[in-house]
């Protein structure tokens, strides 16, 4: 079988299998997400055999050690694999929900419901833990998914999927994984539009500027996230210092982490010796403005690349600004719509910040690490879209639905 037909042939078991899970009841899915979670519980020793593989083949390979953070499974991570299907089961079902009814003057009744949006492709790289949240919030949410997991986490991948396949009373085909590590699949997949209703591409801007330019289907970008946070002249330092790290060194390997860092000049020499001190000190490279590094002689050159740069790394660029609204500007010409925050005690200051910054989630005196469907108290994501249709921001149940209208009757006829 080729390639083109192998995807077809895909793409139409997940619609037949899309058409099974838009009628199964709530407990039914409910009971369906819990035995997925004990399945991923009990066989955790085979999953984390099979990303051990994964790991030792992509340290061969000299990647960076930010894909291997992503790839990298410990069994703190599996516990919440399986938590994150708990707490979806929890959550309730947006599926046949009543959005509005309307009683027309004719006497039609109408009524606006929720419904799922049919087959998802789900394309993206190197974190195994999303094959688990993307199936879930699928599965929740009465839609089909085929999975395309990058090659470097093929092998945990696969275990993973065969686990949640293995479920008891999960309809055949409602997850799906493509097997094959070739490029080809992907292209003949994104022509798919008679079977697939919305792709999501999750992972750097090679995919998805790969995906926008090839599809036929929708798309959904989760954009790369160059996040900045403004420490302002009002900021209560001790918080910003607490804030700052964890946006920046908690998990720099990821897409809500800080990259660039904007501070007021009134309160620079104050707070950027001791920042810059406690950064360097967990092997933080900071590279800063020519203000800066008056202050702090120790850090190096910040160029106009830097402020373009999603690092993914322990890598940090810093500038003094001369007030809230050079901050403002700065982000309106660097940012990628992805999470921004503001330190500060000065509630106007908050205020037109909040207003002003266009993103998908903008924090007041909150770590931008904070961005995240289980953080949201979605239960899990299946990635953040940065732009503004149909979905902004962690994609959770909801987004994962669009709505019909029913009209109800009673011998009306258009005059």
Not at 56 to 81: F, V, Y
Not at 252 to 262: D, R, S
Not at 385 to 404: C, D, I, V
């Amino acid at each position: 079988m080729s390639i083109k037909s192998e995807m077809i042939s895909l793409a139409e078991r997940a619609k037949r299998a899309s058409e099974e899970l838009a009628r199964l009841s709530t407990p039914a899915k409910n009971s369906i997400l819990k035995n997925m979670a004990r399945g991923i519980l009990k066989r955790k020793k085979e999953i984390l055999r099979a990303n051990e593989r994964d790991v030792e083949l992509t340290k061969k390979k000299g990647l960076s050690r930010a894909l291997i953070d992503r790839l990298a499974l410990k069994p703190a991570r599996i516990q919440n694999m399986a938590k994150s299907l708990r707490k979806v089961a929890s959550l309730p079902d947006p599926v046949g929900r009543i959005i509005r009814t309307t009683r027309r003057p004719n006497g039609l009744v109408i009524k606006k419901i929720k419904v799922p949006i049919g087959v998802i492709a789900m394309i993206y790289e190197a974190r195994p833990n999303v094959t688990v949240e993307a199936s879930g919030l699928a599965f929740k949410s009465g839609n089909a998914v085929i999975l395309k997991g990058g090659s470097e986490a093929q092998n945990s991948n696969l275990i993973i999927t065969k686990i949640l396949n293995e479920t008891k009373s999960l309809p055949k085909n409602a997850i799906q994984l493509i097997g094959t590590t070739s490029r080809q699949a992907v292209k003949e997949l994104l022509r798919l539009d008679d079977y697939i209703d919305l792709v999501i591409p999750r992972g750097g801007e090679g995919l998805i500027q790969m995906v926008r330019s090839q599809s036929t289907i929708p798309v959904i970008a989760h954009a790369k996230g160059l996040c900045h946070t403004y420490v302002d002249r009002d900021a209560n330092l001790d918080m910003a210092e607490e804030i700052v790290y964890n946006a920046k060194v908690q998990r720099p390997g990821v897409c809500n982490a800080l990259e660039t860092l904007l501070v007021h000049k009134d309160i620079a020499k104050r707070f950027l010796p001791r920042m810059i001190e406690r950064l360097e000190g967990v092997g933080v490279e900071v590279r800063g403005c020519p203000k800066s590094r008056r202050i702090v002689l120790s850090i190096n050159k910040a160029g106009e690349i830097d402020w373009q740069t999603e690092y993914l790394d322990l890598i940090l660029s810093i500038k003094i600004v001369n007030s809230l609204e050079e901050a403002l500007d700065h982000i309106a010409r660097y940012g990628s719509n992805h999470s921004e925050a503001i330190i500060t005690r000065d509630k106007k200051a908050a205020e037109r910040f909040l207003k002003a910054v266009d993103a998908s989630a903008v924090f007041v005196n909150a770590s931008t690490r904070l961005n995240d469907g289980g953080e949201f108290g979605l239960g899990a994501e299946i990635g953040i879209s940065t732009q503004k249709l149909h979905a902004r921001g962690p994609m959770g149940l909801e987004e994962l639905t669009t709505y019909k209208y029913l009209v109800y009757g009673k011998g009306q006829v258009r005059t």
